[in-house]
T-cell receptor, first 115, second 113 residues
Framework: GENVEQHPSTLSVQEGDSAVIKCTYS??????FPWYKQELGKGPQLIID?????GEKKDQRIAVTLNKTAKHFSLHITETQPEDSAVYFC??????????????FGQGTILTVHP | DTAVSQTPKYLVTQMGNDKSIKCEQN?????MYWYKQDSKKFLKIMFS???????INETVPNRFSPKSPDKAHLNLHINSLELGDSAVYFC????????????FGQGTRLTVV
């Protein structure tokens, strides 16, 4: 089955700095890679996703890159703000396959943005 | 209008008891899931139902029994609760055909004492 590794487990930055979180996956059949943000006491919420036919996607201060050959993808947050502080999860899915949208998550990264 | 709602939000119970968590989605999705988040924040799938049919059943003790009375509801019943069952349980839903995002509920924090 799929295995997703995520690093770092904790990340501390100053407000305005950039933050980068990296993930690797094992199953070449995975073709959909969402990133979720989880705030304290809440459920994970999708912030950006990328499909395997795209190498990069950007949405305002958030961008995601995908390297299918190396089986790794990364989340980049620029101009970080204190409200970006949360736990971030990467995930891999074999969309359209027999996995029926099953998300395999990375271990999570606790991001802390200091004012 | 909450998209995926679960009840209760908190559940404290004694070992050996039986408890249920309810989940409802109003997004018109055809697939619903239960995920378990342990004390280290790791999220792992437990079950998935597509159009009321069980399609994913990970290695979960058979004390856990999901039930889907219709496409919009997926409940989780747990028998003979153990200390190790303490975790946060998340319900989620998605629309498989369009390969869109999974929406998560707010979670149910289960504490077994």
């Amino acid at each position: 089955g799929e295995n997703v590794e995520q690093h770092p487990s904790t990340l501390s930055v100053q407000e305005g700095d950039s933050a980068v979180i990296k993930c690797t996956y094992s199953d070449s059949a995975s073709n959909y890679f969402p990133w979720y943000k989880q705030e304290l006491g809440k459920g994970p919420q999708l912030i950006i996703d990328i499909r395997s036919n795209v190498g990069e996607k950007k949405d305002q201060r958030i961008a995601v890159t995908l390297n299918k050959t190396a089986k790794h993808f990364s989340l980049h947050i620029t101009e970080t703000q204190p409200e970006d502080s949360a736990v971030y999860f990467c995930a891999a899915v074999e969309a359209g396959g027999t996995s029926y949208g099953k998300l395999t998550f990375g271990q999570g990264t606790i991001l802390t943005v200091h004012p | 209008d909450t998209a995926v709602s679960q009840t209760p939000k908190y559940l404290v119970t004694q070992m050996g008891n039986d408890k249920s968590i309810k989940c409802e989605q109003n997004l018109g999705h055809d697939t619903m899931y239960w995920y378990k988040q342990d004390s280290k924040k790791f999220l792992k799938i437990m079950f998935s139902y597509n159009n009321k049919e069980l399609i994913i059943n990970e290695t979960v003790p058979n004390r856990f029994s999901p039930k889907s009375p219709d496409k919009a509801h997926l409940n989780l019943h747990i028998n003979s609760l153990e200390l190790g069952d303490s975790a946060v349980y998340f319900c989620a839903s998605s629309l498989i055909e369009s390969n869109t995002e999974a929406f998560f509920g707010q979670g149910t924090r289960l504490t077994v004492v």
